[in-house]
């Protein structure tokens, strides 16, 4: 082999010479001729925008940083660092692909972090955060429509795993996509994720707009005190229920149950503590790595994806209104008032919807404390996802 042949060799296994393919003649749809050829580089500029957001914006930073990171090593062309072989292939192999073992970890995870005392307090908050699954059984209607009237390649699988979205709980999407609809993966993660984080700027319109001043001023009475008993009570009559009347949902209720049990058993101070730092901590960031090593230019930049991003957001709005309404109609048959903004905690993203009910409410009256009264609605929320997911696993899995 002369000096020529080698430097040529060199030279074609840069990156460098691989970010931009040439065109494919097989290939006559020009927007699938442009991705074929710079899908590479826009990736590697999306992923880009993820860090941003994470370490600008602080949108989501313990999700998006590990997913956009893993979305720039899966798009670093020649190593193939998420295909066949790749350690991020093997990682998500072992817990992301189905049985989907990290989703159900960060489950157990949440439930070491969580106080399920406001919704125990207060039970009847917790059809708020039923109500807000509404906007997961809408969306998936709407990702059937366009399935069925716009050309998308949405059945049944993937609208279910679409819709699953409007419960702005991340695990849960991941888990549904990856048992149901694999191919869309990416998206469902990413679009979950990213209106996880914008639950500062989505939500506050929505709850505006379908309340007036004197109701955003509502005051609660201070919650009851929940005794200890009660609270090792709750995770294991939950998880009996779910046994009785959704089996299909137990593998999430169950690791979200185990979580909170070691939590406020009390003598199993460290497995709670681990469990709330060391082993979430782990596992998020190689779901994050795994979920971003998804994110390639063939299986993210479709039209199918702009469809999910735009019904992901359609299902998140719903649910928030949903709670909100659902809140009002209460205040309507009942004696006891209670502020129509934490329905908008309904959707599951913990605490940060509690936290922008609060600053919501206190924006009209500074002395109005929403924040335990929004928890109530808000942990209600995640029991609410995973038993939604358990319902679309009952009827469209297998």
Same mark, same amino acid.
């Given at each position: 082999?002369?000096?020529?042949? +080698? ?24 927007f ?49 660092? #998420? ?18 073992? !990290? ?12 106080d ?9 908050? #917790?059809?708020?955060?039923? #109500? ?47 048992n ?16 996880m ?11 505006k ?38 089996? #299909? ?10 979580g909170n049990?070691?939590?406020?058993s ?18 998020t ?10 994110l +390639? ?18 299902? !998140? ?16 048959? +009942? ?49 609410? +996802? ?13």
């Amino acid at each position: 082999m002369d000096l020529q042949s +080698s430097l040529q060799k060199l030279y074609e296994a840069t990156g460098f010479a691989n970010f931009i393919n040439p065109a494919d003649p097989t290939i006559t749809n020009i927007f699938e001729q442009f991705i074929h050829m710079f899908g590479t580089p826009i990736m590697l500029l999306i992923c880009l925008l993820l860090l941003w957001l994470a370490i600008k914006k602080q949108f989501e930073p313990l999700l998006l940083i590990p997913i956009g990171f893993g979305g720039i090593l899966a798009n670093i062309p020649v190593v193939g660092i #998420a295909e066949p072989g790749g350690f991020l292939y093997q990682i998500y192999n072992f817990g992301v692909k189905e049985p989907s073992l !990290f989703p159900l970890f960060i489950f157990i995870g949440v439930g070491a972090l969580t106080d399920f005392g406001p919704l125990i307090a207060h039970p009847k908050t #917790a059809l708020l955060g039923a #109500a807000a699954q509404f906007g997961i059984f809408t969306t998936l209607i709407g990702a059937l429509a366009l399935g069925q009237y716009a050309g998308f390649e949405f059945g049944l699988k993937e609208a279910a795993a679409i819709g699953i979205i409007g419960g702005a709980d991340g695990p849960t999407s991941i888990y549904i996509a990856s048992n149901l609809a694999e191919k869309i993966l990416p998206a469902v993660a990413v679009a979950a994720y990213s209106y996880m984080a914008l639950v500062p700027i989505i939500q506050p319109p929505i709850m505006k707009l379908l309340t007036n001043e004197d109701e955003r001023k509502i005051t609660m009475k201070q919650l009851r005190h929940v005794s200890k008993r009660e609270k090792i009570a709750f995770p294991l009559l939950v998880l009996g229920l779910c046994v009785i009347f959704l089996p #299909a949902a137990c593998p999430l209720i169950g690791a979200l149950t185990f979580g909170n049990l070691i939590k406020e058993s009390g003598v199993v101070e460290r497995l709670s503590n681990t469990a709330q730092n060391e082993f979430i901590n782990i596992v998020t960031i190689l779901l994050g790595l795994t979920v971003g090593s998804k994110l +390639s230019a063939g299986s993210f930049l479709t039209v199918e994806t702009l469809g999910i991003l735009g019904l992901g957001l359609i299902a !998140f709005c719903i649910g928030t209104a949903s709670g909100v309404i659902i809140a009002k109609i209460m205040n309507a048959v +009942s004696k006891e008032k209670i502020n129509p903004l934490i329905g908008a905690a309904g959707v599951s993203a913990v605490p940060m919807a509690a936290r922008v009910v609060n600053k919501v409410g206190m924006d009209s009256n500074p002395h109005n404390f929403l924040l335990m009264h929004a928890m109530g609605p808000n942990v209600s929320g995640v029991i609410g +996802s995973a038993v939604a997911a358990g319902v679309l696993l009952a009827l469209v899995g297998g």
